[in-house]
Nanobody, 120 residues
Framework: QVQLVESGGGLVQPGGSLRLSCAAS????????MGWYRQVPGKQRELVAA???????TYADSVKGRFTISGDNAKNLLYLQMNSLNPEDTAVYYC??????????????WGQGTQVTVSS
């Protein structure tokens, strides 16, 4: 079964930077888009940033100008450069890849999550 593996999380001081990476254990074909989500205890998982197969990107308002998503669709690689981090960015970050597995059928692949903690 295909797994998404995230890395790059950790503890950083306010104002610092981290770069998250995500890679698939096997090749995933026909990816529609790739994205990063985050979740804090007691709250719903929220979209942080996403990138479509054509390269178009979208960001949550709270991270615009600070985070940059990039990736290689064909190689199933995804990154999130996070700058000017603040304590409100503390969360578990999840990698997501949505693929068309057959005509009209889509499937979401998820990573196991990586903890990002912003604290002095």
């Amino acid at each position: 079964q295909v797994q998404l593996v995230e890395s790059g999380g950790g503890l950083v001081q306010p104002g610092g930077s981290l770069r998250l990476s995500c890679a698939a254990s096997e090749i995933i074909f026909r990816i529609n888009f790739m994205g990063w989500y985050r979740q804090v205890p007691g709250k719903q998982r929220e979209l942080v940033a996403a990138i479509g197969s054509g390269g178009a990107t979208t960001y949550a308002d709270s991270v615009k100008g600070r985070f940059t998503i990039s990736g290689d669709n064909a190689k199933n690689l995804l990154y999130l450069q996070m700058n000017s981090l603040n304590p409100e960015d503390t969360a578990v970050y999840y990698c997501n890849m949505e693929a068309s597995v057959s005509v009209g059928v889509k499937y979401d692949y998820w990573g196991q999550g990586t903890q990002v903690t912003v604290s002095s």
